[in-house]
């Protein structure tokens, strides 16, 4: 059972202080009378010449146990220290790569999005009666954020029209948060999209697909930027766009699904180093303005297409857990002139996928799921700049 030690420390500080004050001689086997020094078993057991350093050990080091993730919580575990004789107490202490103390002394420290890119290391000092360990460090750990804007909640991003892109996450109420740019000028892509974290590192990612015909990942590094890019595969030439559904066939990877110029899906299932051949999940869907995937939108647990047709109707196609989807079925009321659509998961914390749409006349809406497979009251988020160009 570990204490919180902060006021034993001061206790132990003020003790030693006491030591340099000009006293009378002791006599054997009576106590000081200073009363800010308490007596102490060291000083009746040996009187004659003050406090004798005891040999605390540290026989293991802490362990920073807790994911290093904005949102979450570490603490400081596993450590063990040696004094034979004496009841321990303990001092926790955060440091970051600066040496600064930036939260105190709390045995467990809650990740802010302040913290993301930060380097920490936890101390563990133990003492006993008036003498302390040297501390005890914990391995570090860098901090990061699921999501590419620090805050490690749902996010959309905006491609503006000079290849720059930001992320935009929800803020507490389900309204938009402070954006973020990420570093540099993207990659001229004829297509892009968010994938969740497709590469299984705990990061989110972002997949684009080039008039060349090929895709091409880009593995988020959970600090607003990215790592080392990876092909895909060649062969997507004659690919209109792309969607990422998540899981669509029920076997915990994610897939890529993909349309080609006829208006026909296809599911290129995931597998440990790429994608499998594509298999087809439907025919041609007529009017075809724009598909996407907004995860599971009906609630069944099975992640889901969606499509808009040409005159603003949005459309569920409900996946079937198995890699093939169900016919369409209108997704409510709501019809509207969109220029571009972005599934940024759930953006108003209600537990349901959400749609963003940016509007003919620079509008960006939340078209909030009901969790039904239907599409709730819309809710008007504010301008996109002019020079937004699309949305994913
Ligand atoms: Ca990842
Ligand atoms: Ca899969
Ligand atoms: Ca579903
Ligand atoms: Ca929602």
């Known amino acids: 059972m570990h204490k919180r030690g902060g006021q034993h420390r001061l206790a132990g500080i003020v003790c030693v202080l006491c030591l340099f004050v000009p006293q009378p001689a002791l006599e054997a086997g009576k106590l000081p009378s200073h009363s800010a020094c308490p007596p102490t078993a060291v000083v009746t057991a040996v009187p004659a010449v003050g406090l004798v350093p005891r040999d605390i050990e540290i026989v293991s080091p802490p362990l920073i146990a807790g994911e290093p993730v904005v949102g979450g919580e570490l603490s400081l575990e596993g450590f063990e220290f040696s004094a034979p004789g004496s009841v321990l107490t303990y001092d926790y202490s955060w440091r970051d790569t600066l040496d600064g103390h930036p939260d105190g002394y709390h045995r467990v420290l809650s990740l802010t999005p302040d913290w993301r890119g930060v380097t920490l290391t936890g101390n563990v000092e133990a003492s006993a009666d008036d003498y302390e360990t040297t501390p005890a460090p914990a391995r570090p750990v860098r901090v990061y954020s699921r999501t590419f804007s620090p ?34 000028k993207w990659p001229k892509a004829s297509e892009m999209d968010s994938a969740g974290d497709f590469d299984g590192d705990g990061r989110h990612d972002i997949l684009t697909l080039h008039r060349n015909g090929v895709l091409l990942l880009h593995p988020g590094d959970g600090l607003g930027g990215t790592k080392p890019l990876r092909v895909l595969g060649p062969g997507w030439t004659g690919v209109r766009d792309f969607l990422l559904p998540g899981d669509f066939d029920g076997d915990s990877r994610p897939d890529v699904i993909t349309r ?63 890699g093939q989807a169900e016919d369409p079925v209108q997704a409510g009321g709501v019809r509207f002139r969109v220029m571009s659509v972005a599934t940024p998961g759930d953006f108003n914390a209600d537990r349901s996928p959400d749609l963003i749409v940016l509007t003919a006349a620079g509008m960006l809406l939340l078209l909030p799921g009901t969790g039904d497979g239907t599409i709730g009251l819309p809710v008007p988020l504010g301008l996109a700049g002019r020079d937004v160009a699309e949305l994913f």
């Open 151 to 184: 805050d490690n909640r749902s996010e959309f991003f905006a491609r503006t029209l000079d290849g720059s892109l930001w992320f935009i996450p929800s803020s507490p109420a389900g309204r938009l948060g402070m954006a973020s740019t990420g570093a540099g």
């Open 260 to 322: 080609d110029d006829s208006g026909a899906l296809w599911l290129h299932r995931g597998h440990a180093s790429g994608l499998r051949p594509r298999t087809l999940i439907l025919h041609g869907i007529r009017p075809p303005a724009r598909v996407f995937s907004p995860g599971d939108f009906d609630g069944d647990g099975r992640a889901d297409i969606m499509s808009l047709d040409a005159v603003g109707r949005f459309w569920l196609l409900a996946g079937t857990g198995s």
